[in-house]
């Protein structure tokens, strides 16, 4: 939908509406959204619940000890800004292990229950090698450790998020699961998972498991991956009844061949294993429209001699070489030689040839034993207690922002958090890159939200240079002045400055006050305003036809 059928089929108290949702969306406000956990990082890490990694973390491979010196800092995004006053927590250090995390005020209990985990992106350098996702992590192991004390043994219950590094690029999702009759406990990772949005936009991921064992992957609020906890992920959740016998060996007697060679085959004495495999066709003749006198190739009869040439200096000057436009107008040209063709005789080398082997007993297998280690666990999705969220990573390009952390139960709830959030960004910010396209004009579902869009985005011309702002969207600009004379005329009317006194009416809706002032261009402040809304082609409404129009009708 466009801005001019919005505009027309909204009216003036649709702008109304819209110029007070514009001002509040100028400046962050927290969400009042009630979850198990929400972080919006409003606060400086010091004043926060989070707590940077002091440990160390020891690498897999060489023994080599690492410290978590990477900085982290809450600050708003350098690289297409979105709401302004609206904060992230930034990963700062390019090539350093990084590691913060904080602690529920009560552990969250998935059993039964769906588990909505959603959290924002912003790669504002992109991501050349690293990580972006995020832990959350298990309750009451043995051995865990958070705060000043977490590293990458820290153990989690749900690891998720993108991650990109040479071959790799996809979005985890990975969830340890314990074995009840081992006690051991193994990561299942995700089969075939999607690849991540790569752009220095805000992304938003969104994992939705449910008690039924399905889960979903969204990415932008757009599903990208759908599935089963207990057939999507390696190693399987639940093991196999029977396994190998570790104790049986395949019997030396055993013939697992299918053929052998024939020992009494012989090679037959008419077989040439000198026999080339192509021979000279002696029954071809030269084709009469043969020009062998020709040459396949010519000297260039269009090619000239640089200006710059010097024959001295850089020797005699050879014009290129084309094929000679008269092999065209026959066969070909050139010396001609006779075709080579297959030789009929032709076997190659002599091999003995195979017969079914009389001794075979087919392939071997180890006998099957039941699985000591069997169990059967059909509500993998009741995961163990979730105590945090870690963020634990390494990589090679910095700044990269987390925001809006969602923990809940209640799929809707994440997607109007969403609402609040990234959708309400994401237009800002695309207009920023360049990339606003018309899909995202209709994104909003509502009137209100399509109206809202277009003001905001007359108010960011304004900002700049009003009168171009009112050339580009003279529709905006009409608009947004017929509602300021509204205003004025019901304002005048009210105090009793035009017309008879005022009547009582009965309040049906108010307009939200926010307490960020907005500079908002209602009307024009002036002859060089005014000069630019007529110049557009503007109407400019009369004050006094506003004030006999609103006469009349009190009358």
């Not at 100028?26 to 969400?31: D, E, G, N, S």
């Not at 002032?517 to 110049?535: F, N, Q, T, W």
Request: glycine letters at 6%; charged letters at 25%; aromatic letters at 8%.
């Amino acid at each position: 939908m466009r801005a001019q059928s919005v505009v027309s089929a909204a009216g003036t108290s649709a702008l109304l509406l819209a110029v007070s949702a514009a001002a509040e969306q100028a400046v962050f406000h927290p969400t009042s959204l009630n979850a198990p956990f929400v972080e919006q990082f409003s606060d400086a890490i010091s004043d926060s619940r989070w707590v940077i990694s002091r440990a160390t973390k020891q690498t897999p491979v060489g023994d080599e000890t690492f410290s978590y010196v990477g900085q982290w800092e809450v600050e708003e995004p350098e690289v297409y800004p979105g709401i302004p006053g609206d904060k992230g927590l930034v990963l700062k250090t390019k090539a350093a292990h990084h590691a913060i995390s904080t602690l529920f005020p009560e552990p969250i209990d998935p059993k039964g229950k769906p588990l909505v985990v959603q959290y924002e992106v912003k790669l504002q350098k992109g991501l050349e090698c690293g990580g972006a996702y995020i832990k959350l992590l298990t309750e009451g192991e043995g051995g865990f450790s958070a705060g000043e004390d977490y590293t990458d043994k820290t153990p989690f219950t749900i690891m998720f998020g993108p991650d990109k590094c040479g071959s790799t690029n996809k979005v985890h999702f990975i969830f340890r699961h314990q074995n009840p009759v081992t006690g051991e406990w193994e990561e299942k990772h995700l089969k075939n998972p999607p690849a991540p949005k790569i752009t220095k936009t805000t992304a938003l991921y969104t994992l939705i498991v449910n008690p039924d064992q399905t889960f979903e992957i969204l990415i932008n609020d757009e599903s990208v991956k759908t599935g089963s906890l207990l057939e999507d992920f390696t190693p399987a959740v639940n093991p196999p009844k029977d396994i190998d016998d570790p104790e049986d060996f395949k019997p030396e007697s055993w013939v697992d061949e299918a053929e052998i060679e024939d020992a009494d085959a012989t090679k037959p004495n008419d077989w040439d294993e000198d026999a080339p495999l192509m021979i000279t066709d002696t029954a071809a003749s030269k084709p009469s429209d043969w020009y062998e006198d020709e040459p396949e190739y010519i000297p260039d009869p269009e090619a000239e001699k640089p200006e710059e040439w010097d024959d001295e200096e850089d020797g005699d000057w050879i014009p290129p070489m084309v094929p000679n436009p008269k092999c065209e107008q026959g066969s070909g040209c050139g010396p001609w030689v006779q075709p080579k063709v297959k030789n009929p005789d032709y076997k190659g080398k002599w091999t003995v040839p195979k017969i079914p082997n009389p001794a075979y007993k087919g392939p071997w297998a180890p006998a099957q034993i039941p699985n000591p280690a069997y169990f059967q666990d059909l509500h993998p999705s009741d995961f163990t207690k979730i105590a945090g969220i870690g963020i634990e990573l390494w990589t090679m390009t910095e700044d990269i922002l987390f925001d809006n952390i969602f923990i809940g139960h209640d799929a809707a709830q994440a997607k109007k958090f969403a609402d609040e959030t990234f959708h309400v960004k994401k237009p800002i910010e695309r207009e920023a890159e360049g990339s606003l396209e018309d899909e995202d004009l209709d994104h909003p579902s509502t009137l209100v939200d399509k109206i809202r869009l277009k003001v905001y985005e007359f108010l960011h011309l304004a900002g700049l240079d009003f009168a171009s702002a009112v050339k580009q969207m003279p529709e905006v600009a009409a608009g947004l002045a017929a509602a300021a004379f509204t205003v004025l005329g019901m304002l005048l009317a009210l105090f009793g400055l035009i017309g008879s006194a005022p009547t009582k009416v009965k309040q049906t809706a108010t307009i939200k006050k926010t307490q960020t002032k907005a500079v908002v261009p209602v009307a024009p402040a002036g002859e060089e305003e005014k000069k630019a809304l007529e110049d557009a082609g503007v109407e400019v409404p009369n004050p006094e036809v506003r004030k006999r129009a609103t006469r009349s009708a009190k009358e």
